[in-house]
């Protein structure tokens, strides 16, 4: 079992810049992989970010040389860099963590992004 808390949503403006917190209640080191999803009103739930346990990285198309994933293993926390943001990156931003390959996602409970144009 692993417990996600989220943090470091709120409202921003067009262009500004925002950095989400994911702690885990257990070691990061092992797992698999940790991400971030995001959910606007209406649509469906799509992957953000994703970073392996060998650091490696996949971003959406919409977020590339925007946004930025990382992994601190000592602090047990995923953080998701927001930069140049903009209002249709408005959405509840989800951390997830896998503990083995093809294991199913543990979730944490979201963190609204507001982008106000």
């Known amino acids: 079992q692993v417990h996600l808390v989220e943090s470091g949503g709120g409202l921003v403006q067009a262009g500004g810049s925002l950095r989400l917190s994911c702690a885990a209640s257990?070691?990061?080191?092992?797992?698999?992989?940790m991400g971030w999803y995001r959910q606007a009103p209406g649509k469906r739930r799509d992957l953000v970010a994703h970073i392996t346990a060998g650091e490696t990285t996949n971003y959406a198309d919409s977020v590339k040389g925007r946004f930025t994933i990382s992994r601190d293993n000592a602090k047990n926390t995923v953080y998701l860099q927001m930069n140049s943001l903009k209002p249709e990156d408005s959405a509840v931003y989800y951390c997830?963590?896998?503990?083995?390959?093809?294991?199913?996602?543990?979730w944490g409970q979201g963190t609204q992004v507001t982008v106000s144009s």
């Open positions: 997830v963590a896998q503990i083995r390959a093809s294991y199913p996602y543990y």
């Open positions: 257990t070691s990061i080191f092992s797992l698999n992989a």
